[in-house]
């Protein structure tokens, strides 16, 4: 049931005229066609970054500490993609040292995951196709004017059908935690070109609604509140997600074994984060972990004594200039895994 109580009018009048509204794109889908729904906006009606101008973090005036960024590191490049912006644009393409990424944001399903902008061995951007399927973000890419789901990491229409994307490692926070952890960080600017008011949340008391969903969805997963947020994470055809919420407000570590593969799940409900990694190393060895406090961006500590920062990066010990596998993993709200992952495994002690 819609219930649109709390969203701006703007974002609202053009929400209410086609949520009710299938899609009229054309061609094969991989995905329920009837299922696919205008946004709003139409394609590019909101307008994907590219090569965004950044600011430093002493220039940042428009976030709260509780805003949430999604943050990328790549070497001694750090760069973070605040939310506030991203209800606005939903897609920056960026790159760092000729590696090609897509930050990939949807705001109704609270997912932000990276995506990589090389298809078939050639550059491409993203943009917002206007579609939306269970709710989410629908991005096509400007190389073959495919669409793909966001959450199914697919392409559902297009040239490229059935072919999935290649993410790329991003960790998502809360501005106080970045800043604490990386006060060097580029941000991006609000000066984007286009006129938004990113200080300003376009959806009323959409994140904390719990009955507001404005588009329909094939499976609504009681298990969880809607709007809780958790980290998923996708080995083979199994997912399994921790609810952020669920961690102490110390750095909290999980030696887990999802599919038969080990893990560490490393979080925190006061830092606002969870992340997850492979235990096994590339010469077979399987760590173990403990929380490291206080000493952020370390967040733990191996059974051989080398320590660990948020981005599975050793930073001192036996194996320093290691660096863990991530898994394929994101946030979202739980109704989105739920519908998108209708068996994922809710972790429980």
């Known amino acids: 049931m819609l219930n649109p109580k709390g969203i701006s009018l703007g974002i609202l009048s053009l929400l209410l005229i086609f949520a009710g509204c299938p899609s009229e794109s054309s061609g094969e889908w991989l995905i329920p066609e009837d299922q696919v729904y205008e946004g709003g906006p139409g394609k590019d009606g909101i307008p994907a970054l590219e090569n965004p101008e950044f600011i ?22 750090i760069r973070s993609y605040p939310h506030p912006i991203l209800n606005w ?82 960790i998502e926070t809360t501005w106080q935690t970045w800043k604490e952890m990386y006060p060097e960080s580029e941000v991006v600017s609000t000066n984007t070109g286009y006129d938004r008011p990113c200080e300003t949340y376009p959806y009323g008391d959409y994140k904390t609604n719990h009955e507001t969903l404005i588009f329909p969805i094939s499976n609504d997963d009681p298990r969880l509140p809607r709007k ?13 997600v921790y609810v952020i919420n669920s961690f102490p407000d110390t750095i909290h570590t999980i030696n887990d074994n999802f599919n038969d593969v080990p893990l560490v799940v490393v979080g925190s409900s006061s830092k606002n984060f969870v992340v997850t990694y492979k235990r096994e190393l590339a010469d ?5 972990f403990e929380p490291v406090q206080d000493a952020l961006p370390v967040v733990m500590i191996d059974n051989e004594g080398t320590t660990w920062n948020i981005f599975g990066e050793a930073v001192e010990g036996p194996r320093q200039g290691a660096r863990l596998n991530p898994t394929l993993s994101f946030n979202s709200y739980w109704f989105a895994w739920g519908t998108f992952y209708p068996e994922a495994e809710i972790y429980s002690p």
């Open 56 to 77: 430093s973090v002493s220039e940042v005036d428009f976030l709260s500490d509780d805003d949430l960024v999604i943050g990328v590191k790549m070497g001694d490049d």
């Open 89 to 170: 644009h939903e897609i920056i393409n960026d790159d760092i040292n000729d590696t090609y990424f897509s930050i990939t944001y949807c705001p109704l399903t609270g997912s932000g995951i990276g995506w990589s902008r090389t298809l078939n061995g050639q550059t491409t951007t993203f943009g917002v196709s206007g579609l939306l399927y269970n709710s989410n973000l629908i991005p096509y890419d400007r190389l073959t004017d495919s669409n793909w789901s966001q959450m199914m990491l697919q392409c559902v229409n297009g040239e490229l059908i059935g072919q999935y994307i290649e993410t790329a490692h991003v």
């Open 228 to 240: 809780e947020r958790v980290h998923g994470v996708i080995i083979g055809n199994e997912t399994k």
């Open 284 to 288: 077979g060895t399987i760590l173990t």
